[in-house]
């Protein structure tokens, strides 16, 4: 069942951001060929700074938070487009980023080592 509701979380992130991308190139319709979709497996809180890349302006937690970081382009060496989505009792909101996510000072998602989130995270409000 956790991996069930993983699977359509990644899902609508994925379909909601294709849709997203395709409505804002108006008679420029591209496909990206490949998008990873990552999820911090930990909520996230007020006193973690996540940036992104390294010394970039902190990225606000402004509450517990779910993290899905989301690579547009995984096979780029260097800076192209990236998305952070914050899930909070508040809400969902997304931020464009460039680079790989750091989190209180330490990469994620760079080892390629198989990340496991326990669904549902629940997440209290202030």
Known sequence: MRKYCLGILVMICVVGLAATQLAAQGDKIRIRPKTNVFVHPEKLTEKDKLTDGAGAKDIEIKSESTLIWIDLAPDARFAHPTQ???ISTEGARVVKG???PVL?????FRDAKEYQ??????LTGK
């Open 117 to 122: 989130a326990e669904f549902p995270i629940k």
């Open 98 to 100: 460039q680079w790989w």
């Open 104 to 108: 209180n000072g330490k990469a994620l």
């Open 84 to 86: 952070y989505v914050l």
